[in-house]
């Protein structure tokens, strides 16, 4: 989910491990859980939900702070915007791997 844009979720977005995990069982667990999360929205008679600036702060923070750790953060690739010059640097794919996703 992305602030500002309530209602819209994103399946294999960026922070996701979707890059560097099966996508199929990856994709599947994205659907399960937005299926729950929609479940419980209308359980609770909520319209709306949207992840506020700060929480989408944090994570970010965190997918980043994972990937100091690895060869990534210094590779030229695709991945962390190297082929579009003068761009900012990062990698958003979520290094931790599949099973540590679906705990978050």
Known sequence: ???D??????????????DL???VPHIEQHVKWIT?????LRTHDIN???PSLEAENTWFNHVNDVVENT???TSKSIYNGANIS??????????EGFDIDMEK
């Open 1 to 3: 989910m992305i602030a």
């Open 86 to 95: 003068g761009k900012p640097r990062a990698f958003k794919p979520y290094v």
């Open 71 to 73: 060869l990534f953060r």
């Open 36 to 40: 729950k999360c929609l479940e419980c």
């Open 5 to 18: 844009f309530p209602n819209l979720f994103t399946i294999s977005g960026p922070g996701a491990p979707s």
């Open 21 to 23: 995990a099966n996508m």
């Open 48 to 50: 709306i939900i949207e």
